[in-house]
DNA sequence: TATTGTTATACTCTATAACTATA
DNA sequence: TATAGTTATAGAGTATAACAATA
């Protein structure tokens, strides 16, 4: 038995019933995340030159300078193998440099460079003005609520 | 100036300082979204053979039949040209067919099979499954939080 | 044997532009 | 002119496997 006789003619856009999926958290994970991503990513490239994950990449090494790839990957998030071009240019535009471990010579440790860090600065403000912008239906306490609740989630792929 | 002289000895992946990007809810947005759609994918892969969005599509049409691919694409996110291979699997399937509409000619209507609402059904499940074993952490209320406030945001990209 | 950094490569998902047929 | 569906293609972003150097 098909449903094609309930339908008699064309509807509107928000005449559209989505009520299943609106329900369902890795839908709106999706939805939402797509949304952030393509803006932030537009205006980081725009006004910084670099790719969203290379911004998480300085604040990262801007905090904990000494880390190493593999290290740097994982609190990220990024497997080892996709470091290596990220971390190329980032070291080619003279924001990061990298110096040999003393400790173990197969490691790698990174520093940030006085441009990386004007740069993560410049950054910083991006990414304030970029979440002001898209976040602005959400109150400050909703941001902190909205931020422990993903963290949970995020928490479930690393146990 | 550059503080390189602060590390002194690798560090531990525990130990590594987050801090700036804690507070910045497109950063966890990216992490739980990849968590979750990571396990998504690779479970409806398997038990259904489908791609995640083209759940979203059998449920849609499911609940909307002679939605045209414009408005499914527009209800879902996912542009024009990006719906036509996706259709084209689920056609070639037997999960959903097409027909001419009688008042515009340009405009496919779309219909689930009974093949389609089955696998509808078994996607249903499977998704229940996907996000008790990956929300376990969330009560309830924190759910329905979550999405609200998602949704708040994937509004953004709609205005 | 295990791990760091690396290379090469393939796959998924999304974006853009141009075409056709209808409106 | 504008819109629906289509085609072709390009670009992010990520995943997998294998290698050399070192532990």
Redesign the interface.
């Known amino acids: 038995?098909?449903?094609?006789s309930?339908?008699?003619?064309?509807?509107r856009?928000d005449e559209?019933?989505?009520?299943?999926?609106?329900?369902?958290?890795?839908?709106?994970?999706?939805?939402?995340?797509?949304?952030?991503?393509?803006?932030?990513s537009a205006r980081v490239k725009e006004t910084a030159g670099l790719r969203?994950v290379q911004v998480?990449i300085l604040?990262?090494v801007?905090?904990?300078?000494?880390?190493?790839q593999t290290?740097?990957g994982?609190?990220l998030?990024v497997q080892r193998a996709n470091m290596v071009p990220l971390l190329a240019s980032l070291i080619e535009d003279g924001l990061l440099?990298r110096?040999p471990?003393d400790?173990?010579k197969r490691?790698l440790?990174l520093?940030?460079?006085?441009a990386g860090?004007v740069k993560l600065h410049v950054a910083?403000a991006l990414?304030d003005e970029?979440?002001n912008a898209?976040?602005?239906?959400?109150t400050a306490q909703?941001?902190r609520?909205?931020?422990q609740?993903?963290?949970?989630?995020?928490?479930?792929?690393t146990e």
Chains 1, 2 share one sequence.
């Open positions: 038995m098909e449903a094609h309930v339908a008699t003619e064309p509807r856009a559209i019933d989505t009520s299943f999926l609106d329900g369902v958290v890795g839908y709106w994970l999706r939805r939402a995340s797509h949304v952030i991503a393509t803006d932030y969203s998480s604040a990262v801007g905090a904990n300078p000494g880390i190493s290290q740097l994982r609190s998030g440099r110096e471990s400790e173990d490691v440790e520093y940030p460079t006085s860090e910083k990414i970029h979440e898209l976040l602005a239906a959400l909703e941001r609520t909205v931020i609740l993903l963290a949970k989630i995020a928490d479930a792929g």
